[in-house]
């Protein structure tokens, strides 16, 4: 998405986003997309949120459209740069600056000011142990998928979950909050688009995602998390 919106500047963008494309990696074997990249619930979700980014002139699902650039060429590409955002820098030959935020959204008219979680089965660091948030409960609120709150609340015992209705809400949600806190993920990416304050749990494998400008920490060890999260608590 940064690297659109800085293409956007003197081209008219239109995103084609292809549906059901087959994996076998079985790194992937938690995606929530059941053996595909991204599906249709995937993509009804997403659209709401990228039809309200001005930069997009359209958004749909790929059906043979005429396209000028490949975005998928990035899963071909040797040596791969560690931040996921540069890999289309590489493939589109722009460059933008990554601490300003590439997503528009609003603030939720009823969820504010919580910290907000999401942690996905996937991109998981096993050094690390969530349930110090046990003293949190009322200032958390989950907001990713139900096995991955239920995964969740095995640690934080009383910890409350919100089901967002797509990517929009849940880009209001995390716009509202007091700070994010996840592992790599879609609702990480969002988090890091509109620049919120926010805490990434890291992983030695697929180190793909680096927080980038504004009040942004990341963490391996569990002594880092724990002070990360005070600072952003009483921030």
Known sequence: MPAIKKLSEN??????????KIFTNEKYKNHTSAGVFI????????????????????TQKYINQKIDINLDLFRDMPGKPSNSSKWYFHITGVHTDLYKPFLDTQEHDKIKNKIVIVRSLRNRNPF??????????EQLIFIGLKDEYLDLKKVITKLKHYDPFDFFEMSQIIKSSKFFLGNQSSSFAIAEGLKVPRLLESTYDDYNVQPTGGDCYEFFYQTHFEKFFYTLLNR
């Open 39 to 58: 599906n249709d619930r995937i993509f009804n979700y997403a659209f709401p949120l990228l039809e309200k980014q001005k930069y997009l002139n359209k």
């Open 11 to 20: 081209h008219t963008c239109n995103l084609f986003i292809g549906i059901n």
């Open 128 to 137: 690390i142990d969530y349930s110090f948030l046990n003293d949190f409960c």
